[in-house]
């Protein structure tokens, strides 16, 4: 059997994008379309059995209808090729309240063949061309879904975040306990683990978050466990594998240096025997590629132009219809020598740069309250060798200067 496992797809992040000439939406929606497109694509290509989406459609609660319309499309290439997809709902997938609905909830409602969107923990047997398989859910949960008012009076956020691991925990021990050994399973859940390495979720994240513990989530009665939420890719455990597909697309420069893709797992029956061999590889897309270019401009530079323009063709093959973040740290009196034309026609071919100058301004000793008038020689002096030498070095400058000051060795 063969699987395939991607998730956070964010479609609506339209940061560094523009208006598309020919299609009128987002020139950054696009790119995350395409990399949804490599997903589908490889799916078809390559018969795969199922695909496991763990959540984050959109990035809004509440996605526009356009955003709907191409999600919707990708989802219908997949179950026309007979290729069921397993949907589970992410934070960003949650309505802002309890009740109304969440935005892939529109495909359990149409009843549409191969698409099964689990809203609440639960386990379901899929038919796949290679036999059934056994999806355990844990989509995203609301505090308030799992515990009451009276479980968390008077308990600070540690306290709460404990229950809440609890309460998982057994939800997930629970779906174990429900599972046919003799059938694959996997356990598909949108969750923060807590030894995860974080990315740019940190910053799109909706109210306070609880986190797994490892012990929690690794349950041996799973062949494989399907982990949205985490924007990097990682792989947490090996036996049994439970992993980060990460985000499809990046977000921002924080996911600058990140591969972007999605995980193909396959699993072999032994003959004879309910044991099974899994295996997984992690396949990297073709995505917008994010670079920072950053330049130290010395104070005896006479062309500081020139030295930007000469860092910013070492890289120029990164440059072409990249995002690119030029950072340029000089003093104050090269400010002025700066050609921006120049640069902007260096970056040209980017598809979207922006460029900060970071000032260094000469800092002046302050003396306090006191004017001018007011400090004695000597106590001037003592002020700027305390802020520019060790105390040992001000200590005898100091005593030497007392001495000039006075007239000591006149």
Not at 91 to 99: E, F, I, Q, R
Not at 281 to 300: C, H, M, Y
Not at 323 to 339: D, G, K, M, T, Y
Not at 361 to 380: D, F, K, Q, W, Y
Request: aromatic share 8%; charged share 25%; net charge negative.
């Amino acid at each position: 059997m063969k699987l395939v496992h991607f998730a956070d797809l964010h479609l609506g992040v339209e940061s560094y994008g523009r208006i598309d000439p020919v299609t009128g939406i987002s020139s950054r929606l696009l790119d995350f379309l395409a990399a949804l497109d490599q997903v589908v694509d490889y799916a078809i290509n390559n018969a795969v059995d199922i695909v496991i989406f763990c959540g984050d459609a959109y990035k809004s609660r509440e996605p526009s209808q356009t955003q709907q319309r191409e999600f919707a499309k990708r989802i219908n290439r997949l179950v026309t090729n007979d290729i069921p997809i397993f949907i589970v709902t992410g934070n960003h997938d949650l309505p802002n309240a309890v009740g109304k609905a969440t935005a892939t909830e529109i495909f359990d409602t149409l009843e549409i063949k191969n698409v099964y969107v689990s809203n609440r923990p639960d386990v379901y047997r899929i038919e796949t061309k290679s036999g059934p398989v056994q999806v355990a859910s844990l989509p995203w949960l609301r505090r308030s879904a799992l515990l009451s008012r009276e479980d968390t009076k008077n308990l600070d956020f540690n306290q709460i975040n404990e229950k809440m691991q609890q309460a998982l925990s057994n939800i997930i021990k629970a779906h174990a306990s429900e599972l046919d050994p003799a059938l694959p399973s996997i356990l598909a859940a949108h969750v923060g683990v807590a030894s995860a390495m974080i990315g740019s979720e940190r910053l799109m994240a909706i109210g306070q978050e609880h986190f797994l513990l490892i012990s929690n989530i690794a349950n041996p009665a799973f062949d494989y466990i399907a982990l949205g939420h985490i924007h990097k890719h990682q792989v947490l455990s090996e036996n049994p594998p439970v992993v980060y597909s990460g985000s499809l697309e990046r977000v921002d420069f924080g996911e600058e240096k990140d591969e972007k893709g999605f995980y193909v797992i396959d699993i072999e029956q032994e003959p004879d025997s309910d044991k099974r061999n899994v295996s997984y590889a992690f396949l990297q897309v073709t995505g917008r590629s994010f670079r920072t270019i950053e330049v130290d401009i010395e104070p005896e530079d006479e062309d500081p132009t020139a030295t930007i323009l000469k860092e910013i063709n070492k890289v120029e093959n990164d440059v072409d219809n990249a995002v690119i973040r030029l950072q340029i740290n000089l003093p104050e009196e090269s400010e002025s020598q700066i050609r921006d034309s120049d640069i902007r026609d260096a970056l040209k071919g980017a598809y979207y740069s922006t460029v900060s100058k970071d000032v260094s301004r000469e800092s002046r000793i302050r003396l306090g309250a006191a004017t001018v008038e007011e400090v004695s020689p000597v106590e001037a002096l003592k002020t700027y060798l305390e802020a520019n030498y060790s105390p040992e070095r001000a200590e005898i400058l100091l005593e030497y200067g007392e001495k000039l000051i006075t007239g000591e060795y006149e």
